[in-house]
C-alpha cells in the first residue's frame, strides 16, 4: 500500500524520495545529472518559504504572509505562486506546510481554503515526466494529510512545461495532453506572478535555447567583450533571467532561489549583477559555500561540505521587487555559512532574515560584486600597466580536443598514430582509440586528411607545468588539432624564443601561483584547467607581420633555404620609454621580461593584489627606482631560468632513486617519514622516490601540483631513465624554487 508506505518513512526521510531520487539515480544517472536534478534538502525549503512568507507581511503589508487570498476585481488572486523548476513539488509542498500552520484553530476551513484559495494560486513547472508525475503524488499527500481531501475536480497546478519557451499557439486538440497545454499556455500568457521560488537545474551545457529566452539573454551579455561568455548559458542563469522578467513583468514580487553561486563574483556575470540591482529593491545573498571543486574550508582551516552532493558551490538569493520602484540600486544583504553539511542544516532550520547578521555590500562598477571585496589598495594597482597592454601580441594556447589520440609521450607513439591515420579507415581508428564522436572542433576525418595531405612534424610542446608532451603538428585548424593556434602563437615554435604564461581570472584558488615560462606551443591548460583558467601566453618576440612560414622552418628557426628567421620585440614602445624613464637608463626588452617575472613571484606582490589578480590579467607595478628594477630583474632571470630546466642552473640533488626494479608505475602515494620533513613518493609496491620534501610534494603551480601530477599521469607507464633523471630535477627546481622565496 502506497500510504502506508509514505506514512511509515514520513520521520526519517521525505517519502517522495524513495521513488524519485533514489529510483532516478539508479535508472537514468546520466539524465539526473545533465538535467541538474538533486532534491533541495528541508531545512533549504524551509529558510527559503520563510523567509518569502516574512517578507510578503513586512514589505507587501501581507499580514497573512503566503496564506493571503485577497483578489482582484477581475476575480484572480493577487498572490500567485510559481516553482519554475518544481522536480517533485518540494517548495510547493513546503508553501503549502507553511500556510497550513496558520490555520491553528481553523482546520474546519483548511478544504474550502485549498480548493478556493490555494489550488488556484499555487503552480509548478516541471519537464521531466517522472518528477512532474510525483509532484502530483507529493501534493495529494501533503493534502491528504493536513485534511484536504474534498477538491472536487479542483486540478493541481503542476504543468508539463518547459519554463524557458515562450508559450505556443492554441492547438484545439481532442486529448487531454492537449488540455494540459492550453492550460499552462494560458498561465505563461496571462498570469502575473508575485512570488516565485525554487531551486533551478545547474546545466552549463543547456539544452535550452529557444529564440525567447535567448533573447531574453542578451541582456546579460551586452557590453562584455569577453570570449568566453558559455558561463551565462548556464540553465540557473537562464531561470534568473525568466524570474527577473517575470517580476517586471508583474511589477512587484520575491523571488527566492537557490543556484550555483558562481554569479556572485564571476567577471563574466557583471551585467547580469548590474541588471538585479537595478530591477531590484533588496537583495538578500546567504552564501552556503560548499566549493569541492577549491578545496573550499571554513575560515578557521575546518572542513566545509556543500549542501547537496555537487561539486559547486551554492547560496541562497531573495530578491524583493515593490511598485514604488527607485532608480537607486537595492540594498544588498550578505551573509554566509561554512561548516558541515549537517552544521549548516542545523543553522538554516533556526535562521530568518530578522535574526541573520547581514552585511550591507554597496557593489561598484564595473564588476558590480556580489561578495565582500577589498578593493582599498585600487589605486595603487591601477598606476601599474597590464599585460595585454605591454605585450602586442598574446594568445590562448592551443587545444586538440582528442588529447588521449594526439598527445603522446614518446615520438615513436605519434609516429604511430600517424601510420595508423594514413592507413586505416575512420571506423577502424575509431574502435581502436576510442577517440568519440566527432564535434564541431574536432573530426576524425579531418585529422584523417591533414595527417595524409599535409607533413606533420613531432612537436613536443608544454603540456602541464614540467611536463612536455609530444604530438603531430601541421597548424591546420579543425584537423589533427582543433585549435592548433599557429597564427597566433606560431612565433613560439622558434627556437629563441619564450613566453610569459597565465590566466586572466583566478576562479578556484585563494592564492595566486598562476604563472610560469614556457619556450614552445602550449596547451590551453597549461597553466590551469579550472572552468574560466584559460591559459595565455604573452611571448618576448614575435614574427614580422605578413610572415608565412612553415611549422617545421619555425622549430628549426631559419627557412628551407637556410636564411634565419628574424624576430620582433613584442613590446609596447611607450611603456617601454616609462620604464626607462623611471630607472634613469634605457631598457632591453629582456630585462623587463624578467623584471615582470620577478615581480609575479613576489609573495608580497600575490598577497597585496590577489583580489585585483583574480579578476583580470596582472598589473605590473612600474619600478620606483634602478635598484629596484634591477633587484626583481635578477630574480626573474634565476627563476625563468630554474622554470625552462636550465642545465647549466647547478641545482643540489633533493630527491632520489634507490631501488632497481621494473620502474612500472602503478600507483602513486606519498609516505611521510617519522621525524622527517621528507617523504617517499611510491610509485609501485617496491620502488620509490625517497627524500621527497612535503613542501615539494604539495607546491602549486597553476591550478596544478607537478610533483604528482607528473607521476600520476603516468600511471601504468613504465618510466625509463630519462624519466626518472627529469623527475629527480623537477623535485630539485621546485625545491630551489622554495628556498629562493625564504
Same mark, same amino acid.
Given at each position: ?143 491528504? %494529510? ?203 532550520? %533556526? ?229 626607462? %624613464? ?161
Amino acid at each position: 500500500d502506497v500510504r502506508d508506505l509514505l506514512d511509515d518513512n514520513k520521520e526519517e526521510r521525505d517519502p517522495i524520495m524513495l521513488f524519485y531520487e533514489d529510483f532516478l539515480t539508479a535508472y537514468d544517472p546520466t539524465r539526473r545529472k545533465a538535467r541538474g536534478v538533486y532534491y533541495t534538502p528541508a531545512p533549504v525549503v524551509l529558510f527559503i518559504v520563510r523567509a518569502v512568507d516574512d517578507l510578503l507581511q513586512k514589505e507587501f503589508g501581507l499580514k497573512s504572509g503566503l496564506a493571503d487570498y485577497r483578489q482582484a476585481p477581475d476575480g484572480k488572486h493577487r498572490l500567485q505562486i510559481l516553482d519554475p523548476a518544481t522536480g517533485t513539488g518540494t517548495f510547493l509542498v513546503g508553501v503549502v506546510r507553511a500556510i497550513y500552520r496558520k490555520f491553528a484553530g481553523q482546520q474546519g476551513v483548511w478544504n474550502d481554503y485549498v480548493r478556493n484559495h490555494l489550488l488556484p494560486r499555487l503552480h509548478g513547472y516541471e519537464i521531466l515526466m517522472a518528477p512532474y508525475a510525483m509532484a502530483h503524488l507529493n501534493l495529494e499527500y501533503v493534502f491528504h %494529510e493536513t485534511g484536504a481531501t474534498a477538491l472536487g475536480d479542483a486540478r493541481y497546478g503542476i504543468y508539463l512545461t518547459n519554463t524557458l519557451e515562450k508559450e505556443h499557439p492554441a492547438t484545439g486538440g481532442l486529448f487531454p495532453i492537449d488540455d494540459e497545454a492550453e492550460a499552462v499556455n494560458a498561465l505563461k500568457r496571462d498570469m502575473r506572478v508575485m512570488v516565485m521560488l525554487g531551486n533551478p537545474p545547474y546545466s552549463r551545457g543547456s539544452k535550452n535555447k529557444s529564440e525567447w529566452i535567448e533573447r531574453l539573454m542578451l541582456s546579460y551579455k551586452t557590453g562584455l567583450n569577453e570570449q568566453n561568455i558559455q558561463p551565462l548559458s548556464d540553465d540557473y542563469i537562464k531561470f534568473i533571467r525568466y524570474a527577473q522578467w517575470q517580476m517586471m513583468r508583474t511589477g512587484e514580487g520575491i523571488i527566492g532561489f537557490i543556484t550555483n553561486n558562481s554569479f556572485l563574483d564571476g567577471v563574466v556575470h557583471r551585467r547580469m549583477r548590474e541588471e538585479l540591482l537595478r530591477d531590484f529593491d533588496e537583495i538578500y545573498l546567504l552564501n552556503l559555500h560548499g566549493n569541492s571543486r577549491v578545496k573550499e574550508k571554513t575560515p578557521t582551516g575546518g572542513k566545509d561540505e556543500n549542501v547537496f552532493d555537487i561539486q559547486a558551490g551554492v547560496g541562497i538569493m531573495i530578491l524583493v521587487k515593490h511598485k514604488e520602484h527607485t532608480e537607486t540600486l537595492a540594498t544588498l544583504h550578505y551573509a554566509e555559512l561554512y561548516g558541515l553539511r549537517k552544521e549548516k542544516f542545523a543553522a538554516l532550520e %533556526e535562521l530568518r532574515l530578522t535574526n541573520t547578521e547581514w552585511e550591507i555590500l554597496l557593489p561598484v562598477a564595473p564588476y558590480y560584486f556580489f561578495v565582500p571585496k577589498d578593493f582599498s589598495l585600487e589605486e595603487s594597482y591601477r598606476k601599474g600597466f597590464l599585460l595585454t597592454e605591454l605585450f602586442d601580441h598574446y594568445s590562448s594556447g592551443a587545444a586538440t580536443f582528442r588529447d588521449e589520440f594526439i598527445v603522446q609521450f614518446r615520438k615513436n607513439e605519434v609516429e604511430s598514430i600517424l601510420k595508423d591515420l594514413r592507413a586505416r579507415t575512420v571506423e577502424d581508428l575509431r574502435a581502436t582509440y576510442n577517440f568519440g564522436d566527432d564535434t564541431n572542433d574536432w573530426q576524425a576525418n579531418n585529422a584523417k586528411h591533414d595527417a595524409r595531405n599535409n607533413t606533420p612534424i613531432v612537436l613536443e610542446h608544454a603540456y602541464r607545468p614540467f611536463d612536455s608532451r609530444i604530438a603531430p603538428y601541421t597548424g591546420k585548424s579543425r584537423g589533427l588539432w582543433g585549435r592548433p593556434r599557429f597564427k597566433t602563437l606560431g612565433d613560439l615554435l622558434h627556437p629563441k624564443n619564450y613566453a610569459l604564461c597565465t590566466t586572466r581570472f583566478v576562479t578556484t584558488s585563494d592564492e595566486f601561483h598562476h604563472c610560469i615560462v614556457a619556450n614552445t606551443m602550449i596547451d590551453k591548460c597549461f597553466v590551469s584547467n579550472r572552468p574560466s583558467e584559460s591559459s595565455y601566453a604573452f611571448p618576448l618576440y614575435r614574427l614580422p607581420t605578413g610572415w608565412n612560414y612553415t611549422p617545421a622552418e619555425l622549430v628549426a628557426g631559419k627557412t628551407h633555404r637556410g636564411k634565419p628567421i628574424e624576430l620582433e620585440l613584442n613590446m609596447c614602445p611607450e611603456i617601454l620609454a616609462k620604464i626607462s %624613464e623611471a630607472i634613469g637608463e634605457p631598457v632591453k626588452g629582456e630585462e623587463v621580461f624578467d623584471y615582470i617575472y620577478g615581480v609575479l613571484h613576489d609573495p608580497e606582490y600575490r598577497t597585496k593584489y590577489f583580489e585585483f589578480l583574480k579578476i583580470e590579467y596582472p598589473r605590473i607595478p612600474y619600478p620606483k627606482d634602478r635598484v629596484e628594477f634591477q633587484r626583481f630583474v635578477e630574480r626573474g632571470t634565476w627563476l625563468r631560468r630554474l622554470h625552462l630546466m636550465d642545465e647549466t642552473l647547478d641545482l643540489p640533488p633533493v630527491a632520489t632513486f634507490d631501488v632497481a626494479g621494473t620502474n612500472d608505475v602503478t600507483a602513486v602515494r606519498y609516505e611521510e617519514v617519522e621525524d622527517a620533513a621528507s617523504g617517499r613518493v611510491w610509485i609501485n609496491d617496491t620502488q620509490y622516490f625517497d627524500h621527497v620534501p612535503r613542501t615539494v610534494w604539495d607546491h602549486y603551480v597553476g591550478a596544478y601540483q607537478p610533483a604528482r601530477l607528473w607521476l600520476q599521469k603516468r600511471v601504468g607507464r613504465r618510466l625509463d631513465f630519462e624519466d626518472v633523471r627529469w623527475y629527480l630535477r623537477v623535485c630539485a627546481t621546485i625545491a630551489a624554487e622554495l628556498k629562493f622565496r625564504e
